[in-house]
């Protein structure tokens, strides 16, 4: 038998945060683009354009959470929770393809660097939008894992990322504007690319996971089994227990031993039981039980105490 998730009741506290996130992007790239046209420093440009790839990164996450939030229907019985995945590995793919931009435009500065001017109010303008972000991302990661959303939480570790290559970014024009040494600009501006490399790596990796139905976390799984040795009184065993996760929702299987001459009614009762612990404990939990008789216990697997 198998329980229907309930509907989402955090749905629409996330989509407005990723409405915020929008907001929040749009504003950071005006500020950190304002710097470098102030500026002209080329760390400072590979940093707006990282601001660029946030945009789209938050509109991603927004459509991907609106697409999230709708109930099953007859195309997709098990849900949408997997559009989270989608925005991740999007954003995974946009954060790449910055970094290659950034990494071309920084090369023939390599050889040719050019003077770093720094005005007061281009460098309060990148500390500015380094500090909403750092406040936003702080947000995000505790709204993601709060309600379990890919989306959010990939945007959050990005902008924290951004946070950290951008505090970087600005020691280093300042070192540079102070000692004169004009290739540390387009030396950091490839230090940023590296970082949103290794960042947008483990965003796809992470994605790319779930997408492929990765099962429940180790503590997930353990709490699991724990709740079905406490909770399973009247059977004997439960085997081949099956998790997986799609955004917020996780799937749970398992065959549950009873014995052979238990009433229908009598193990409907046991896997009800189950179903509402599971669902209790487990935020986000749909559970298929199959019953089995005495004669099919494998000896193994979770022992009903």
Known sequence: ????????????????????SVGIAALVLGLK????????????????????????????????????ARPADENHPFGHSKAEYLSAVLEGVLIVLAALAILWEAAPHLLHPAPVTLPPLGLALSVGASVVNGLWASRLLRAGQQFRSPALQADGKHLLSDVVSSAGVLAGVVLARLTGWSLLDPLLACAVALNILWSGWHLMRDSVGGLMDAGADPQTQAHIRELLAQHAQGALEAHDLLTRTAGRITFIELHLVVPGDMTVSEAHAICDRLENVLETEIEGTRVTIHVEPQDKAKHSGVLVL
């Open 33 to 68: 683009w304002l710097a470098y046209r102030l500026t002209g420093s080329l760390a400072l440009y590979s940093d707006a354009l990282e601001s660029i790839i946030n945009v789209a990164a938050a509109v991603a996450a927004l459509i991907a959470l609106r697409v999230s």
């Open 1 to 20: 038998m198998t329980a229907q998730p309930a509907p989402a009741p955090a749905a629409p506290r996330l989509i407005r945060l990723a409405w915020g």
